[in-house]
């Protein structure tokens, strides 16, 4: 009982700063974005001005990817790359137009069909405009085709039961299912091994891991699949911000450290905790 | 003009948000709730987006003769005449509803039983010892299927030492997962972050696209 | 034959599966379960001793595609409720989920011999997500603008005059059957003091059970094989008791096919090995 | 318009999907088709009845003409499919909406995160609490992309986290079975119950 009276006193004890939102960590999560938004900028700035930006880790399932689109040439098959879920403004929709760019353009060289289902709609327009330009870069813009982009209703077992099928309709040799996925990753991993794909998946939702895990031959796990978009490219100002990301995660794990002490010398009055439920 | 003035737009109206977010007690009245409205009304005007991409992406099918190009007729056809149809009188209609009903559920009760064969057939092909990591995932998996089911109990009894497998699937689920499930979430979320601040910044433009 | 194994047609898997859990449906075996203390147990033994006359709140917040895994909890925590004598109302943050469930549990208050409007009330859904559970929770007639799910008003439901607020005075205790969000955070958050118990499907079981040692929740159905565990405890077997044995089966398949295709591979490779 | 008729196209359509575990055929393909232009379909009168109209009726209508101005640049959107000419005039709703999207997740995403870091530390108290320690800082380690990847140190952590990690999707493969056969029992009730009447349950 008396924890639960001390879980009932945190949730109502919230502090107050002026016109700030009454919400746990309002002014906390604040100051952290300014200081991501700073150490992102300084990265940046520092990239622009032609400093060396350290190495990238080795991400397989990225590097995957020319093998998979050669593949796909050699068998004369086409290339899949789907999400069911992220819209325009959503995170997954900028990290998979990193993924787009770069799959597309490959595919115009090779002259691989290339085909990308979309579940939101005002996306599939954007995804159209990101391929168009990778065909315009790779010096093929007639080999754009209408059907290249398809709009299927996001509603969750419709779009399955729609891509399921084009799976075992066209065969395509390589599969590709980045962004944010549900219960219908297990159908879509499975359905592209049985016809044989070679399949890269990445997604944030570790409850959907497994799942890529045990049917895809590449999976990148969680906060893998936002760093594509700087190891595809290589451009140093986009290395910048994951150079950036890493440093946050120091002050992260410094921070944790200076919790743990103040909490093993006093629970009570731990700072650390009290300024970040701030 | 072409680029230039929309990452500008799309860097001023994220500020703009974020400022009165931050700033502002989030109430349906005060200034974040009206940005969302205005949000939401230019997603209902945008509305007809995605039938206007099906109708090209099954025109150009039915227009080629493509092998199922009969069901792409068939598709059009529903589509306008059940949209027009619902616009008409509205999703409380009784005969609407009875077409949503009689199709829509149970195609997608369908669809999602399915996943428990394709679980079956992916655990077959996927968890073999290959490597100390898939070895790892198929035990820990295979020790959670037995604890979840009587047959768990009557292999290690949860009267006994440990509490049984199910105590020993109670330590992992809250000790270690729930680390590792933080310790992504942590990653995730300034990976995500990072993402958006490269828009933000304007240094990810390729939404542009050309001109 | 082991290259053949180890390449196997999962159409024949399929076949399997569909053998395994359809035979124990139409003839169930009946194995024994054992009751999880820390979950199930817990949850009965809060709601054993409730004193009479109780008032317990049900809150819907699943679909009906989780149907196989809440309707048997739904049915077993009445049937308790009915052996207790304890006064149920019915409330859903789904609409779907409540338009589902809701004459199901007409159909065993019917049973149960309770007169609605005195035994139960279905308040039935409330747009507005959180907003106006807070507000039902301050004023629980002008929240819930005082109509019940067929617009019946609440002055002319006898229950509901003890209901005016909902606070651990007025409600006993909520019972929330959750698939997915909104779900359980309303109450931990807005109403802590309010003792609340889940019934979760399974995929939630484990990102539930952190709440039970702190207290938030009074314990929990741990999905399927909880439902089952429940229904051993009030003494009336039910659907879950009866699809364990399917579970069970289908279960034992899976892990049966894990250790063959690992026959397999190792087989083939120590096969090829040789050849070499 | 009998609900023995809805019963009826139900326990077709679950077959016609069934289907597809042995082979994909035209049976499947036609509800395949139909369950897409019904749900674009209701897609859209979901969002006319509960957006368009509203706003419309109770917001222009009543006076909120400045709701005029993002629907006017929503339009822009349409041009989408314009004449190759126009078509960059759809970028300015884009740019529009992602910036409120933007600026809305970077107000609220830290948020939760603190909470997240402040459970990390927060109640010491046996080997476990330590052990969890050890593990998050592992996995935090493991997603570090351009530092110390020479280091021995570091990698022999990587593995270490990545086998934490093989442990928890193990887990919750493990978990989420029971939930996802419990939905094909379902199924297969429908079709062994309320159609065949074979088997009475409850």
């Not at chain 1, 004890?13 to 002026?18: A, E, I, L, S």
């Not at chain 2, 039938?51 to 493509?66: L, Y």
């Not at chain 4, 999907?17 to 009168?45: C, D, M, Q, W």
Request: aromatic share 14%; with cysteine; charged share 15%.
């Amino acid at each position: 009982m008396s924890l639960l009276l001390a879980a009932a006193a945190e949730t109502t004890k919230v502090p107050r700063w002026g016109i700030f939102v009454d919400v746990d960590g309002a002014v906390s999560g604040f100051i952290t974005a300014i200081i991501l938004m700073a150490i992102t900028w300084y990265f940046v700035t520092a990239a622009r001005a032609g400093r060396p930006m350290p190495q990238i880790r080795k991400l397989a399932g990225l590097d995957a990817i020319d093998e998979a689109i050669g593949r796909a040439t050699e068998m004369g098959r086409p290339v899949f790359l789907a999400n069911r879920t992220a819209g325009v403004g959503s995170v997954h929709s900028f990290a998979l137009w990193g993924y787009m760019g770069y799959i597309a353009k490959l595919c115009a060289q090779y002259d691989t069909p290339f085909v990308n289902i979309a579940g939101d709609y005002l996306a599939a327009a954007v995804n159209e405009e990101v391929i168009k330009q990778s065909y315009l870069e790779a010096g093929r813009p007639e080999a754009f085709r209408p059907d290249t982009v398809r709009y299927v209703p996001g509603d969750q077992w419709a779009w399955t039961s729609a891509t399921s099928g084009m799976l075992k309709r066209e065969l395509p040799a390589a599969t590709m299912w980045i962004g944010y996925f549900y219960a219908e990753s297990m159908t879509l991993a499975e359905v592209g091994a049985q016809i044989g794909a070679i399949q890269i998946a990445a997604t944030t939702n570790t409850a959907q891991l497994p799942f890529f895990i045990a049917s895809c031959d590449y999976t990148l796990i969680g906060e893998e699949e936002y760093a594509a978009s700087a190891y595809l490219s290589k451009e140093p100002m986009l290395t910048g911000t994951l150079v950036a990301e890493d440093v946050g995660k120091i002050i992260v794990a410094a921070i944790v450290v200076l919790g743990v002490i103040a909490e093993l010398v006093s629970p009570e009055a731990n700072f650390v905790s009290k300024m970040l439920q701030f | 003009m072409k680029r230039t003035v929309p990452v500008i737009i799309t860097t001023v109206t994220a500020t703009i948000v974020f400022l009165s977010i931050v700033l502002f007690k989030t109430d349906a009245a005060g200034w974040p709730g009206q940005f969302d409205r205005m949000r939401q009304f230019m997603a209902a005007v945008m509305m007809f987006m995605g039938m206007a991409n099906m109708t090209r992406v099954h025109g150009s099918a039915i227009r080629k003769r493509d092998r199922n190009w009969m069901f792409s007729v068939w598709l059009l056809v529903i589509m306008f005449a059940y949209a027009i149809f619902g616009m008409a009188v509205g999703n409380k209609n009784a005969t609407y509803r009875w077409i949503y009903d009689a199709f829509i559920p149970p195609i997608n009760s369908t669809m999602y039983a399915m996943v428990a064969f394709y679980l079956t057939s992916a655990s077959y092909k996927a968890f073999r010892a290959k490597t100390l990591d898939a070895a790892l995932m198929m035990a820990c998996a295979v020790w959670v299927m037995l604890s979840n089911v009587p047959v768990g109990d009557m292999l290690w009894s949860s009267e006994s030492w440990l509490g049984g497998m199910a105590g020993v699937r109670d330590w992992i689920v809250s000790v270690p997962n729930s680390a590792v499930s933080r310790g992504i979430a942590v990653g995730t979320f300034l990976g995500g972050f990072a993402t958006q601040l490269r828009v933000f910044l304007g240094i990810e433009r390729r939404h542009l696209g050309q001109g | 034959m082991l290259e053949k194994l180890n390449n196997l047609d999962s159409r024949w898997m399929y076949l399997a599966l569909v053998i395994v859990l359809v035979i124990p449906i139409i003839k169930p075996i009946g194995m024994s379960i054992s009751v999880n203390k820390d979950l199930t147990q817990r949850m009965y033994d809060f709601i054993e001793n409730l004193p009479p006359d109780s008032l317990i709140m049900f809150d819907i917040a699943s679909s009906s595609s989780s149907d196989t895994e809440i309707t048997p909890m739904i049915y077993a925590v009445m049937e308790h409720m009915a052996k207790k004598g304890h006064k149920l109302l019915v409330a859903g943050q789904w609409e779907s989920g409540l338009a589902y469930w809701s004459p199901k549990i007409d159909e065993r208050a019917k049973e149960y011999g309770w007169k609605y409007g005195v035994d139960y009330v279905n308040i039935g859904f409330k747009a507005g997500g959180t907003a106006t559970w807070r507000a039902i929770g301050q004023d629980f007639w002008k929240g819930a603008v005082g109509v019940d799910i067929n617009g019946t008003p609440f002055e002319e439901l006898p229950l509901m005059a003890r209901i005016k607020k909902i606070d651990p005075e007025t409600i006993d205790l909520i019972v929330i059957y959750e698939s997915g969000s909104p779900g359980m955070e309303t109450w931990i958050t807005y109403f802590p003091t309010v003792p609340l118990v889940k019934g979760s499907v399974a995929a939630e079981i484990s990102s539930s059970v952190r709440y039970i040692p702190t207290g938030q929740l009074k314990g929990l159905i741990p999905g399927m094989r909880g439902a089952a565990e429940y229904e051993k405890l009030v003494g009336r077997p039910g659907i879950a008791t009866q699809l364990m044995d399917a579970q069970s089966m289908s279960h034992i398949l899976v892990i049966l096919l894990i250790a063959l295709g690992n026959v397999a591979y190792f087989g083939a490779k120590k096969k090829s090995a040789e050849a070499r | 318009m009998t609900p023995e008729l809805q019963t009826w196209i139900g326990v077709i359509a679950t077959l016609g999907i069934f289907s597809f575990l042995i082979k994909e055929n035209p049976f499947y393909r036609f509800f395949e088709y139909t369950v897409i232009g019904l749900s674009a379909a209701h897609t859209v009168v979901m969002t006319w009845d509960n957006y368009t109209k509203p706003f419309w009726n109770n917001g222009i209508m009543k006076g909120e003409y400045y709701l005029l101005i993002p629907g006017a640049i929503a339009i822009l959107y349409y041009f989408r499919y314009a004449p190759a000419k126009y078509q960059w005039l759809y970028r300015y709703p884009l740019a529009l909406i992602m910036g409120y999207d933007i600026g809305y997740s970077l107000a609220y995403d830290p948020r939760p995160f603190m909470v997240q870091i402040r459970g990390t530390f927060e109640g010491l108290k046996d080997l476990n609490s330590f052990i969890y320690l050890a593990i998050f800082f592992g996995v935090v380690v493991y997603f570090i992309f351009t530092f110390g990847n020479k280091s021995k140190g570091v990698e022999k952590t990587r593995n270490i986290a990545r086998y934490a990690m093989m442990m928890y999707f193990g887990v919750a493969f493990g978990n989420t079975v029971q939930g996802r056969f419990s939905l094909l029992l379902g199924r297969l009730l429908f079709l062994l119950g309320d159609w065949l009447g074979l088997v009475k349950l409850g």
